[in-house]
């Protein structure tokens, strides 16, 4: 639909009819989707344009002319600055049914077969959805204070947070106490503007089993860093270990090979269901703990695996799926490119005396060549948001397994997917997860079944 009727700075009155999947409101103008942040489907709202593209407009809520009945009232303070959650403004409960619903969207969009809904099961949801979060990576800076915040969404405006509600309680304590001690000590955050200072982001990580892991990014290292880890740890008895590392301005990722420990231990434990788990400062794991167990549990039911099964463990991470599967097939070739992370399932495998996983230090394309003469039943995936890709696709078809289990973090990738590997593989169920209540952020199980 062409947009040419439309301009920046137009007001216009919209029925808001679904959620995309950044949790806009969609509504319809002359069959031209615009996208409205803040409006809720069943509302009537007066939206202005801010930008209009060929196939869709994005507009501005200005004010709502018919509430939605699930409309209720943020429970953060800084929930419109701060952008990290965006659907705080919907009841929980229809949050649940919406998420279920922006999966329909997605594989009525994408796949090329008429959809039973039935086999997208109900959003499996958290009775307590707050204080979730077991890790936080965010940046400090120095106005005339230290300062802990997030960068508004679609911009740079800091906006510092004192006690963020869908972190753990304990993050949030840890988070307070550091920018004390930086102030203490005088570390301060790095200042972009003056190229003056140390610290630019804070991470900390918190486990069911009362451990803590600091890690501080700085841009240059400064010298009363171990100072600060002592008093850290002095003060806060939870935080088992801090590490540093020095900001590579070629990388948005958080750690690199400057990473070191400052004091403490090598790692942390968690406990997720029966299994102890062993994490390295840049281990990959689930950030919502009850929620992972669920996640992990259902991939585990309903693969139905049988005790002869030889099954891959894919994108593994820290084994996670590997341990909830273990003791109901026959071996797991848990595949991860990762190091630290290979080395966080080496030993969690251990600790938890499991003995027939197999960790590959590979990616799945190069992993599968030396298991070219194995027979695969089953495989299970958890891949990032890109989804598995035409590659690894057409090594599953190669493979042929039985039944493939796809814990996906995006509708959009999870329904090319099934779409590519419809020629081959049936869709028998989907199963949504709310693993990021309060986001748009979409979890789900898949099982598919070969022809």
Excluded: W
């Amino acid at each position: 639909m062409n947009a040419q009727h439309l301009n920046e700075g137009d007001l216009i009155t919209l029925e808001i009819k679904r959620l995309g999947i950044n949790g806009e409101g969609i509504g319809y103008d002359r069959k031209l989707a615009i996208f409205v942040t803040g409006a809720l489907p069943n509302e009537r709202v007066e939206a202005r344009i801010t930008q209009v593209f060929n196939n869709r407009a994005i507009a501005e809520l200005v004010s709502i002319k018919k509430a939605s009945k699930d409309r209720v009232k943020p429970f953060c303070p800084v929930y419109e600055t701060c952008g990290g959650c965006q659907l705080q403004h919907l009841s929980y409960q229809k949050t649940l049914i919406e998420k279920r619903q922006m999966i329909i969207q997605a594989f009525n969009r994408y796949l090329p077969f008429k959809l039973n809904q039935e086999r997208v099961k109900e959003t499996l949801g958290m009775e307590d959805p707050t204080h979730y979060r077991n890790k936080a990576s965010l940046p400090v800076r120095k106005t005339k204070q230290n300062k802990i915040g997030m960068y508004a969404s679609g911009g740079n405006k800091f906006v510092p947070i004192k006690d963020c509600p869908v972190q753990d309680d304990r993050v949030n304590h840890i988070l307070n106490t550091i920018i004390d001690l930086m102030g203490e000590v005088d570390i301060d955050a790095f200042d972009q503007k003056y190229r003056k200072g140390f610290i630019t982001n804070v991470i900390v990580r918190v486990t069911s089993k009362d451990e803590a892991q600091v890690t501080f990014t700085c841009k240059k290292l400064p010298n009363r860093l171990p100072q600060l880890a002592s008093l850290l740890m002095e003060k806060e008895p939870m935080v088992k270990s801090v590490f540093r590392v020095i900001e590579d301005n070629e990388s948005r990722e958080f750690f690199n090979d400057s990473l070191a420990k400052v004091k403490g231990q090598d790692i942390i434990h968690e406990v997720l269901g029966k299994f102890t788990y062993v994490l390295e400062p840049e281990s990959f794991f689930q950030l919502n703990s009850k929620q992972a167990d669920v996640f992990f549990k259902t991939m585990r039911d309903v693969a139905k695996l049988k005790p002869s099964d030889i099954v891959i463990d894919a994108y593994a991470g820290s084994a996670p799926i590997s341990h909830y599967i273990a003791e109901h097939c026959q071996l797991v070739y848990a595949i991860e490119v990762n190091q630290a992370s290979v080395n966080s399932a080496n030993q969690s495998l251990k600790e938890n005396s499991i003995h027939n996983v197999k960790v590959i230090k590979d990616t799945f394309d190069q992993a599968l060549k030396t298991l070219k003469s194995e027979k695969i039943d089953v495989m299970f995936f958890d891949p990032p948001r890109v989804g598995l890709g035409e590659d690894t696709i057409a090594l599953i078809k190669q493979f042929k397994p039985n039944r493939i289990v796809y814990g996906s973090c995006n509708p959009s990738t999870l329904a090319k997917d099934i779409a590519s590997l419809s020629s081959d593989y049936v869709l028998d169920e989907t199963t949504p997860i709310d693993m990021f209540p309060f986001t748009a952020h979409v979890e789900s199980i898949t099982l598919l079944s070969l022809k």
